[in-house]
């Protein structure tokens, strides 16, 4: 059963990349980005999609250019999120048939993400608009629009941003930080889709 819970891995190496991969997978979270200014991200990407490429959607975040998404392309990677609403990133992404996940803040970068062509919404940063903000931004947006929280968000508030309208959540530091082991991070991911699961009943 896929979750629309995108695990974000800031900070990553390459050496640990395909186990850390693998606990997310079996612990139900099968779509996974490596942000940007992580170590080495293209060659983390690169061997998690070669081993995971199937099984998972693997990208990555902090995507600023076109030619990051060419990068990313290039390493396997099919998921590109942004930080923020850049339509010749989000048209570039979208012509190599790649998702396209940008952050917007405001209904004017949310319609502008959505007429480049974006694949759904990050909304970014979720702690400043808050499920309030989301709930307002809803009364706009296309019904078939999907927006995932990011900042924010969590095990413990997933069911009010559900009943505010997110489809779904990108999970950060609650679920990876530099240092922690594969069985840590094995731990933390069965917790969020356990709470997930609990809040989609």
């Known amino acids: 059963m896929s979750r629309p819970l995108i695990a974000i891995l ?4 390459p050496d ?62 099919r998921l590109i999120v942004s930080p923020n609403c850049d339509p010749e990133v989000i048209g570039h992404t979208a012509a190599l048939g790649l998702q396209s996940w940008p952050g917007v803040f405001t209904p004017t970068e949310a319609f502008s993400a959505l007429k480049a062509g974006a694949t759904g919404l990050k909304l ?29 968000a969590g095990s413990d508030n997933f069911a009010t941003w559900i009943a505010a309208g997110a489809d779904g959540f990108g999970i950060g530091s609650a679920l990876y930080k530099p240092g922690l082991s594969v069985a840590d991070v094995s731990a933390r991911a069965k917790e969020i889709v356990t709470a997930y699961d609990e809040a989609t009943k």
């Open 124 to 152: 970014f940063p979720g702690t400043m608009a808050g499920p309030e903000g989301l709930k307002a931004m809803r009364a706009v947006l296309p019904k078939t629009t999907e927006v995932y929280a990011v900042g924010g």
């Open 16 to 77: 640990e990349a395909p186990a850390m991969a693998a606990a997310l997978i079996e612990a139900g979270i099968d779509r996974i980005e490596v942000p940007l200014n992580s170590l080495d991200p293209f060659t983390s990407i690169e061997r998690m999609a070669q081993s995971f490429g199937t099984m998972a959607l693997i990208g990555a975040g902090t995507v600023l250019t076109t030619v990051e998404v060419d990068k990313v392309a290039a390493a396997g990677g």
């Open 10 to 13: 800031r900070g990553l190496t």
